[in-house]
C-alpha cells in the first residue's frame, strides 16, 4: 500500500477555487492510478477526477468537466485537483485514492489507499 494525505480544503463561496493536494509515501508513485473522491452527507462516495500512472490520460465526472484539473507531479509523489468555479453541490470530504489496476477512466477499479480526507465547504 502507498500511504496518502490530503490537504487544502476548506471553506470557500460560490464561484471560488481550491487546490487540493495528496501526498503519497511508500511504494512507487508512478505504480498507481490515481484519483480524487468525494462524499457528501447521505451520499455514496463517488469518483470526481482519475490521472493514469504517467498523467497522459485523465477522466472526470460530468459534473466537474471544465471546473476540475486533476494532475500529478510523479517526482514530488504528489497529485493535485484544481477546482475552479465551485458550486455548493461540490461540498463534500473529498479524498485521494491510489490503484494498482488497469486503467479505465473513472471505472478504473481496486483503489485499495486511501487518503483521511479533506473538507471542502462551498457556501451559497
Known amino acids: 500500500q502507498v500511504q496518502l494525505v490530503e490537504s487544502g480544503g476548506g471553506l470557500v463561496q460560490a464561484g471560488g477555487s481550491l487546490r487540493l493536494s495528496c501526498a503519497a509515501s511508500g511504494r512507487t508513485f508512478s505504480a498507481y492510478v490515481m484519483g480524487w473522491f468525494r462524499q457528501a452527507p447521505g451520499k455514496e462516495r463517488e469518483l470526481v477526477a482519475a490521472?493514469?500512472?504517467?498523467?497522459?490520460?485523465?477522466d472526470y465526472a460530468d459534473s466537474v468537466k471544465g471546473r476540475f484539473t486533476i494532475s500529478r507531479d510523479n517526482a514530488k509523489n504528489t497529485v493535485y485537483l484544481q477546482m475552479n468555479s465551485l458550486k455548493p453541490d461540490d461540498t463534500a470530504v473529498y479524498y485521494c485514492?491510489?490503484?494498482?489496476?488497469?486503467?479505465?477512466?473513472?471505472?478504473?477499479?481496486?483503489?485499495?489507499?486511501w487518503g483521511q480526507g479533506t473538507q471542502v465547504t462551498v457556501s451559497s
Open positions: 485514492g491510489a490503484s494498482i489496476s488497469t486503467w479505465w477512466g473513472r471505472s478504473t477499479t481496486n483503489f485499495g489507499s
Open positions: 490521472i493514469s500512472r504517467s498523467g497522459g490520460s485523465i
